[in-house]
Structures are given as structure tokens and as C-alpha cells.
């Protein structure tokens, strides 16, 4: 922690030496995405893309899960996905995977999840799909995975409008954590290729 502590504190000083200010920041923010990813700490998006601050709105979850639109309930990421669209109007949705994703093996594996009950409730809530490990491996199962929350992605309503509106965009990476590969979903083909 003390190396995580060391950097904070003096990135006041390389942001400014980095000549990207942060000042304007205060005016508020246009975000380029909204960027819906694991919580996995191998996943960086603004490393991966290159975003500066105020350029990439994240939503984080175990697995990249996107919940199921739903009122009954208040959802932190059903919230997320509408300031991003409705407030600040972003242009494109990446719904981003990744290799060696131990929330979507639990879930493919049907792994016994019961030191983590928090996340054993939360992925069989979330998910509405058994994704099958299948002989193809983890990697194709996790990119079924980010198919599958495109589709759930393209019920909630602020997206759903634009989508019928022809004004947003909705993009499915998958990260090679390993290799820092990304490769992207041709609906055409229904496949990921590389970017
Ligand atoms: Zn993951």
C-alpha cells in the first residue's frame, strides 16, 4: 500500500509536469465511452485506451455483469448505464471481457461459492444464462458472456431509445490479459476478431 500511497501523493505534481491539465476538469465532464468492464485489477481501461481523464465513464462489476433493467429494486449499475447515457450523452457503449475471468469460469464452472455467498447471490441473480465451458475453453465462454450482456444492455431504456435512434454505438471487446490483445465482436460473423 505504502508505494500506492507514495504515488497519490505526488500526482498533483506529475499531472502538471505531464502538461495535461486538470483545472478544466472542474467545468465537468464529456466522456468519449462508457466503459463497462470486471472489477479485475488486470484490467485497465484508461491503459488500454489511452483515456485521459475526464474520457472514459466506468462501470465496474464482478464479471462485467450488466443486471436485467428493473425499477423493483434501486441498481448502482442501472443508474450508471442512464447518467451515462441520458446526462452525459456518451456516443459508444464497450461492454469488455477478458481472459482468465474467475467470475464467468465460477460461472460456467458451477463452482461451490459458498465462502462467497455475497458473490454466489450476485452472479445467479445477475446472470440469467448457465454458460457452458464447452470444449472451446474459458475465453469463448467469456466471450458469450459479453454477448450476452450486450443483449441485456440493449433492453435498458436510455439505450434502447438511442440504439432505435441510430445515436449510440455498443462495442464487445475482449482483453487478453496476458498478452494485452484485444479483440472485438463482428455481429456478422459472431465472432471476436482482432481490433
Ligand atoms: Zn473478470
Known amino acids: ?19 495535461a491539465p486538470l483545472a478544466p476538469l472542474a467545468q465537468g465532464q464529456t466522456p468519449l465511452a462508457l466503459f463497462i468492464t470486471c472489477s479485475d485489477s488486470r484490467v485497465v481501461p484508461s491503459l488500454i485506451t489511452g483515456a485521459k481523464p475526464g ?5 465496474r462489476t464482478a464479471g462485467g455483469i450488466v443486471p436485467r433493467y428493473s425499477l423493483d429494486r434501486p441498481s448502482a449499475e442501472a ?3 442512464e447518467f451515462a447515457v441520458e446526462v452525459l ?3 459508444d457503449v464497450v461492454v ?9 469460469a465460477a ?3 458451477g463452482d461451490d461459492l459458498t465462502t462467497v455467498p455475497a458473490m454466489a447471490g450476485w452472479l445467479s441473480a445477475a446472470s440469467d444464462r448457465t454458460d457452458d465451458l464447452g470444449a472451446d475453453g474459458l475465453d469463448r465462454a467469456v466471450q458469450r458472456h459479453v454477448v450476452a450482456q450486450m443483449e ?3 433492453a435498458h431504456p ?12 455498443l462495442h464487445g471487446w475482449f482483453y487478453e490479459v496476458h498478452t494485452g490483445t484485444v479483440l472485438t465482436h463482428r455481429s456478422g460473423a459472431d465472432a471476436f476478431r482482432p481490433l
Open 1 to 19: 500500500m505504502h508505494a500506492l500511497i507514495e504515488h497519490a501523493r505526488s500526482f498533483r505534481d506529475r499531472a502538471a509536469a505531464d502538461g
Open 55 to 59: 474520457e472514459l465513464f466506468e462501470l
Open 79 to 81: 443508474a450508471t448505464i
Open 89 to 91: 450523452q456518451v456516443a
Open 96 to 104: 469488455c471481457g477478458h481472459s482468465h475471468c474467475a467470475a464467468v
Open 107 to 109: 460461472l460456467a464452472r
Open 152 to 154: 441485456r444492455l440493449r
Open 158 to 169: 436510455a439505450i434502447r431509445r438511442r440504439l432505435d435512434q441510430g445515436r449510440i454505438g
